[in-house]
């Protein structure tokens, strides 16, 4: 028998004889993978080992297991959410800024080669305080929506609540929509939301948040078929991003035509035909469609 791949699952829960501890210690741990690394080095096998993480994500047990394999690649996901990122922590022969994309449904997990429908709503009329914004997720482009309601605050200390976003940005992001833009806030109840359960962590989507926090002030929707990216100052001024120019092209391959981007010295780079792109340098010059 020559096998060509081998999956143990777990690694935590096997021990070697050779070997004083209990399974799961430092020395146990050690044993077993220089064996199993031994093993699939001999035989010329693929080696898949499947260990357990802590709550907060990271690899349980000793770290000494990082160090003695080759690719150390974890499942991410929310809860409530569909969506698991297959995301390299660790390549000893390769980039480690890609990621895969998986549908978890009743069926089991199935690969995603366009994971932006599940995180953008599907409305045939346009509703205010929407705004969909590109971020990267590694190297792979991935298109969200942001959606915000204001609400008029019978409380002396108005609420700020938020899903899929950092709070603390979101409420830096409301305090410079009132000062910097003369978006008035402070008397409305604020509700901040991604689409699908998705995380958006990265500053790119700060400039979605503002749109959409204001086009909900408004009362008055976005145009359709817009994208927004960019991150905000407290001055209010938008700074360039990386990638530009790679989410300007995945926003024109799902059928966006236009798109607010940061004002960048090399420029936003070629742009799809029948796409039309905006560069902004302030917040103000963005917070400008809603007048126009």
Do not use: W
């Amino acid at each position: 028998m020559e096998p060509r791949l081998l999956v143990v699952d777990s690694v935590q829960t096997l021990s070697s004889a050779d070997v004083e501890g209990s399974s799961g210690g430092v020395s146990q741990v050690r044993e077993v993978a220089a064996s199993i690394i031994a093993a699939a080095k001999r035989r010329n096998m693929t080696t898949l080992l499947v260990g357990h993480v802590t709550k907060d994500g990271s690899i349980a047990g000793p770290r000494l297991l990082e160090h003695l394999v080759d690719v150390v690649c974890q499942f991410e996901g929310e809860r409530h959410s569909r969506l698991r990122l297959l995301r390299a922590v660790k390549n000893r022969y390769g980039p480690t800024d890609d990621v895969g994309c998986f549908d978890l449904n009743e069926d089991g997990i199935t690969g995603l080669a366009d994971p932006s429908g599940l995180f953008v709503s599907r409305t045939k009329d346009p509703v205010s305080g929407t705004c969909i914004t590109v971020t990267l997720e590694g190297r792979r482009p991935l298109l969200a929506e942001v959606q915000s309601l204001l609400a008029e605050s019978a409380n002396a200390q108005p609420r700020r609540a938020t899903s899929g976003l950092d709070s603390s940005r979101v409420a830096m992001l409301l305090a410079v929509l009132q000062q910097r833009a003369g978006c008035l806030l402070h008397k409305d109840d604020s509700y901040v939301a991604t689409v699908g359960g998705v995380k958006l962590s990265e500053p790119a989507t700060d400039l979605a948040v503002a749109l959409a926090v204001a086009s909900a002030k408004a009362r008055k929707p976005l145009p359709q078929r817009l994208i927004a990216f960019g991150e905000v100052g407290l001055a209010g001024e938008v700074r360039p991003v990386p990638g530009i120019n790679q989410r300007i092209q995945e926003a024109h391959r799902l059928g966006f035509t236009h798109a607010v981007v940061p004002s960048s010295p090399s420029g936003a780079g070629p742009v799809p035909a029948g796409f039309s792109v905006r560069e902004v340098g302030h917040l103000t010059e963005a917070l400008s469609l809603l007048i126009s």
